[in-house]
């Protein structure tokens, strides 16, 4: 909830809670995840508008081994219950499966480390081709020197390959949190545009929201946008001939 309010605050309109599930550790299994009515009995409005702050269910898992990923491969019930499917590939053939045959929506990048391997351009443009985002955590270039530097040149080598398709995440701590403005000038450290780096806050996870949603509908989605009227240009005739002509 601490954190809830925060992300009101600072002006985000949509969370996604996010499951982790780690391999590694012990055996675990996908779970149905925790509806969030049952947490926020009434979720705020956000700020400005009259709408109320959007909740989503997200689902990472950190793969380490080829035989992680035949999970997500298979069809299981409780996995098509969360909007959101994430993967953090620990070495760079677990990459190219995630980029080439998984059927996710975010990629998670490594950025508190030097990488064991280099981004190629074929896997991650076949990701792009298919929809799929790739995600930094922009939380350890704030809180410490090295890791700074690991994230700043991390994130510089996949910005430079993946054409601005990417994502940010924070970490669960409130005060590690920073709003959309200030992970915007953040992207422009890690090498994005000005373009590039508001679109990895706003229009990029909307794209990874609705990415999510053709798993549940065969195919594909449809969305309205509101398109801008036009404001009617001003006359130009003077204000005296303007009134004579009145008259």
Do not use: W
């Not at 508190?112 to 391997?117: C, I, V």
């Not at 530097?149 to 990417?166: D, E, F, M, P």
């Amino acid at each position: 909830q601490n954190i809830l309010a925060v992300c009101f605050s600072v002006g985000y309109s949509a969370v996604a809670l996010n499951h982790v599930i780690d391999f590694k550790e012990k055996k675990q299994e996908i779970l149905k995840p925790v509806s969030p009515s049952e947490l926020f009995p009434s979720l705020p409005i956000v700020q400005g508008t009259s709408k109320r702050i959007k909740i989503l269910t997200r689902l990472t898992l950190i793969v380490s081994d080829p035989s992680h990923c035949n999970l997500l491969r298979s069809t299981s019930a409780n996995i098509r219950l969360y909007d959101i499917i994430a993967v953090f590939p620990k070495t760079e053939k677990l990459f190219h499966i995630a980029c080439t045959t998984l059927d996710v929506d975010l990629v998670c990048i490594n950025v508190t480390e030097k990488l064991p391997f280099y981004f190629r351009r074929p896997p991650v443009n076949m990701a792009i081709d298919r929809g799929i985002y790739f995600e930094l955590l922009y939380t350890p270039a704030i809180k410490d020197s090295t890791m700074r530097r690991y994230t700043i040149s991390n994130a510089i080598s996949l910005v430079q390959i993946c054409k601005g398709k990417v994502s940010s995440q924070s970490e669960n701590k409130p005060l590690e949190l920073r709003g959309p403005y200030d992970v915007a000038n953040l992207g422009l450290l890690f090498g994005l545009s000005e373009g590039e780096a508001k679109a990895a806050v706003s229009t990029n996870c909307r794209a990874t929201m609705l990415h999510g949603e053709t798993r549940k509908s065969a195919c594909g989605v449809v969305y309205t946008v509101k398109k801008p009227r036009k404001v009617e240009e001003e006359e130009t005739v003077p204000a005296c001939k303007k009134a004579k002509t009145q008259a």
